[in-house]
């Protein structure tokens, strides 16, 4: 990697995490975690962002992540897989990612639990809420939530951290509300299970308004690492 792009990456990177903090202190939140989303950059930029005291990655697609991996063994990095999951990649996420963010079927929790090898801790889970209710997007209802807890609670090898929403695009308020609504099932969800304590919403473009929200994780990919490389994943809808 040459020096310019290193530069441009470190100035990217500051810049996010002044963002954070600014917003944690001007909402008077504690620490909220920064998730650098790294699906479709390189191998080289993930190694620069780590060198700068990021260790949280996400990956969407599971080949691409289970490649980057192994290619980056040599360091401590906690990987998340944040990409809808079917059942057949299951086992490659259950061997592989510390967290697994997108939860939405009873029947990947009980794969994942079967799954996690025995000689790793529990694979921390994050339930994903469809809290703009969007018929073509991934997620439960919030009626449907303490059921699924319940379920993810019972499995020896899955530890309930929290949850997870992607908004639909909207206006300010309408974005607010979603992200209230989140915040509330949260705090619930906290008072039931003493595991719970993360809750993943905020992305490059509103996760100011995410953390005044009550966000303690927010997600950001190409506010960090630039555009992304042309490179396709062979995984379709995965």
Known sequence: MDLATSEALRSRFEQVQHQINDACAQYKQNTVQLL????????????????????????????????????????????????????????????????????????????????RPSHLPPLNVLIQINISQQESKSGISLQDLPALAQQVNDYDNLCLRGLMCIPAPQDEASLTQDFCSMFQAFEKLKQQYSTVDTLSMGMSGDLELAIEQGSTMVRVGSAIFGPRDSIISNENNL
């Open 36 to 115: 650098a989303v790294s699906k479709r950059h390189s191998i080289e930029a993930i190694r620069a962002i780590h060198a700068l005291g990021q260790q949280s990655f996400g990956e969407n697609y599971v080949q691409e992540g289970v490649d980057k991996i192994n290619a980056l063994s040599d360091l401590a990095i906690e990987w998340h897989f944040i990409g809808p999951l079917q059942s057949n990649k299951t086992k490659d996420v259950a061997e592989h990612f510390a967290w697994m963010h997108t939860l939405e079927r009873d029947k990947i929790a009980k794969r994942l639990s079967q799954q």
